[in-house]
Structures are given as C-alpha cells and as structure tokens.
Nanobody
Framework: VQLQASGGGLVQVGSSLRLSCAAS????????MGWFRQAPGKEREFVGA??????????ADSVKGRFTISRDNAQDTVYLYLQMNSLKPDDTAVYYC?????????????WGQGTQVTVSS
C-alpha cells in the first residue's frame, strides 16, 4: 500500500501550486480521500476531502475559494490532486494525503509521507 505525495516547493505569496498524490495497493477508488497539513509547532489540520466518486467535497474554512480537490480513478493507481491558488504564508506546512477505507466521516487510515509547501512573503 502506498500513497505518494508530490508537488510541494517554495513559492511566493499569491502563487499557485498543484499537489498530487498517487495511491496504489488498495481499491482507493472506493475510498474518500483527503488532504491534511501540519505547520511547524502546530497540530495536523484538515484541509479538504473528496468522496470516492468525486461528487462530495468538503473544505476547511481557511482554504475555501482558494483550494480545489479533485481525483482521477481511471487507473489502478488513483490520483488525488490539490490545486492551491492565492497562496499565503499561513499555508506553509507539510501536506499529507490520506484515505478513509470505512467511508465518509470515518477515520483516515491510510496516509502518505507528506510534501513540504513553503510560501514566502
């Protein structure tokens, strides 16, 4: 089982960045998936989630209108994306992708290794 997040980097305020997560080894196409982030010295926080078919979406208030989650279930490896626009210094964090095998509103039990996003002002 593997969730591999990528796409992080160092960007300037107001820039855009697209994170990707490749999930394989389970039928991730059946699982809701989400993005979380953890800033230095802070607890991990929820960023957004997408249902298995991509119909239901949920975002943290702090990213609504700026971040968009999408997914591609077409292949054995499921791809999860996070399009981040109008980035702010407060968006600096390690971003993790995750999946909830027991469904929406359940615990996320599969996690990726994280990708660093740094927004400079």
């Amino acid at each position: 089982v593997q969730l591999q997040a990528s796409g992080g980097g160092l960007v300037q305020v107001g820039s855009s960045l697209r994170l990707s997560c490749a999930a394989s080894g389970r039928t991730f196409s059946r699982y809701p998936m989400g993005w979380f982030r953890q800033a230095p010295g802070k607890e991990r926080e929820f960023v957004g989630a997408i249902s298995s078919a991509g119909i239901r979406l949920k975002y943290a208030d702090s990213v609504k209108g700026r971040f968009t989650i999408s997914r591609d279930n077409a292949q054995d490896t499921v791809y999860l994306y996070l399009q981040m626009n109008s980035l702010k210094p407060d968006d600096t964090a390690v971003y993790y992708c995750a999946a909830a095998s027991k469904g929406w509103d359940n615990e996320y039990d599969y996690w990726g290794q994280g990708t660093q996003v740094t927004v400079s002002s």
